[in-house]
């Protein structure tokens, strides 16, 4: 069965701190990758997308996320987080030919000011 | 503006009491879907449709229903709702599997 798998699921740090969200999913097609995020109160935001291309790709706000084919991951980063990246981050994969549409648990990030 | 609307944003109802709650796109997109949201268990899809009168089962379609008469809007129907039910929903749209749209969401509460 296809599945999104996110490992951490509650992430404090204090500003400036480097951050990295793992991100590996189960599908044997080909896959649309995706990260979300969701600040308190709002509805989810695109930050980045990899449909194809190079690997290494860059979002909004700093954020960028690397695909690996070989390990079914697509983890995302950021050098130096800010009290305003405080939020829930969700990793989504689109699966080509089935028009499924799979979302992990969620990453909640807590930056300390 | 581009935007999914929802409606209602809040509801309390009680159980078996037929609800619907309402989405709309104004991006001409081909692909709608419904999401719930709950604690530790981020979003879990409920349906899905690939375009007018398409619609298929997502992860968690049992106790809900939907149409797709319209390519702009996608209602969730919900014929007798129980407590487990209560829930966040996302109501959100793309072309086909690329950057999904989301709506501002439904909280619903089913006494």
């Known amino acids: 069965a296809q599945s999104v798998s996110q490992h951490n699921h509650h992430v404090i740090l204090s500003e400036a701190a480097s951050l990295e969200l793992g991100c590996n999913y189960s599908y044997g097609g080909t896959v649309n990758l995706f990260w979300y995020v969701q600040y308190p109160g709002q509805h989810l935001q695109l930050l980045l997308k990899y449909f194809s291309g190079d690997p290494l790709v860059k979002g909004i706000k700093g954020f960028e996320a690397e695909f690996i084919k070989s390990k079914f991951s697509f983890n995302l980063r950021k050098p130096s987080v800010q009290w305003s990246d405080t939020a829930e981050y969700f990793c989504a994969v689109g699966a080509s030919g089935t028009y499924k549409y799979i979302f992990g648990t969620g990453t909640r990030l807590k930056v300390l000011a | 503006e581009a935007q999914v609307t929802q409606n209602p944003r809040y509801l309390i109802t009680v159980t078996g009491k037929k609800l619907t709650v309402t989405c709309s796109q104004n991006?001409?997109?081909?692909?709608m879907s419904w999401y719930r949201q709950d604690p530790g268990l981020g979003l879990r899809q409920i349906y899905y449709s690939m375009n007018v009168e398409v619609t298929d089962k997502g992860d968690v379609p049992e106790g809900y229903k939907v149409s797709r008469k319209e390519k702009r809007n996608f209602p969730l129907i919900l014929e007798s709702p129980s407590p487990n039910q209560t829930s966040l929903y996302f109501c959100?749209?793309?072309?086909?599997?690329?950057?999904?749209?989301f709506g501002p969401g439904t909280r619903l509460t089913v006494l």
């Open positions: 959100a749209s793309s072309s086909m599997t690329d950057t999904q749209y």
């Open positions: 991006m001409n997109h081909e692909y």
